[in-house]
T-cell receptor
Framework: KQEVTQIPAALSVPEGENLVLNCSFT??????LQWFRQDPGKGLTSLLL?????REQTSGRLNASLDKSSGRSTLYIAASQPGDSATYLC?????????FGAGTTVTVRA | GAVVSQHPSRVICKSGTSVKIECRSL??????MFWYRQFPKKSLMLMAT?????????EQGVEKDKFLINHASLTLSTLTVTSAHPEDSSFYIC???????????????FGAGTRLSVL
């Protein structure tokens, strides 16, 4: 069974600082890995999708890397802003099912 | 493209009543739909997977008689929480995927979720 772990569980940084969020998974036979953002009481917003054959994906200030062999992914958010405050979820796809981590709750202080 | 609509966004009901949540794919045909449950400050837990026209496959520990799933068409799946009790209060999220050309089979598109509160 796939186990997904996200560290840290919570993070508070001053505005402008870069964010580094970590995700690890136990079964490296994945189709893809996704990073989502979830605002309180809301659904999921897909941020980045990395296919198993890729090493990284970038979108604006966001960059996600994938090291499938070691079962790790890192989400970097450059120059954080208060609007980046949310919970970030990592999910890996095996056999068309998604397994989610518990998330990292980020607070960016103005 | 690939928009999933979930309705209602919030529902409050009395204990013992049944509640139906709808999940629709608006601009694509969803061959597979998924239902998740999320407890406060916890991750999403897959409840069941449904394919159009066939019975849903439930994850271990999920009561299929409690959580009825119907996937009657390629654009609609429903989750009915039967005889709801306070412990069923949670955030329920659906997602949909498609084997159709242009949409990768292993990507899920998510609805906005439904907050269920059972009094």
């Amino acid at each position: 069974k796939q186990e997904v772990t996200q560290i840290p569980a919570a993070l508070s940084v001053p505005e402008g600082e870069n964010l580094v969020l970590n995700c690890s998974f136990t079964d490296s036979a994945i189709y893809n890995l996704q990073w989502f953002r979830q605002d309180p009481g809301k659904g999921l917003t897909s941020l980045l999708l990395i296919q198993s054959s890729q090493r990284e994906q970038t979108s604006g200030r966001l960059n996600a890397s994938l090291d499938k062999s070691s079962g790790r992914s890192t989400l970097y958010i450059a120059a954080s802003q208060p609007g980046d405050s949310a919970t970030y979820l990592c999910a890996v796809s095996n056999d068309y099912k998604l397994s989610f981590g518990a998330g990292t709750t980020v607070t960016v202080r103005a | 493209g690939a928009v999933v609509s979930q309705h209602p966004s919030r529902v409050i009901c009395k204990s013992g009543t049944s509640v139906k949540i709808e999940c629709r794919s608006l601009d694509f045909q969803a061959t597979t739909m998924f239902w998740y449950r999320q407890f406060p400050k916890k991750s999403l837990m897959l409840m069941a997977t449904s394919n159009e026209g066939s019975k849903a496959t439930y994850e271990q520990g999920v009561e299929k008689d409690k959580f009825l799933i119907n996937h009657a068409s390629l654009t609609l799946s429903t989750l009915t929480v039967t005889s709801a009790h306070p412990e069923d209060s949670s955030f329920y999220i659906c997602s949909a995927s498609s084997a159709a050309h242009g949409l990768a089979k292993n990507i899920q598109y998510f609805g906005a979720g439904t907050r269920l509160s059972v009094l």
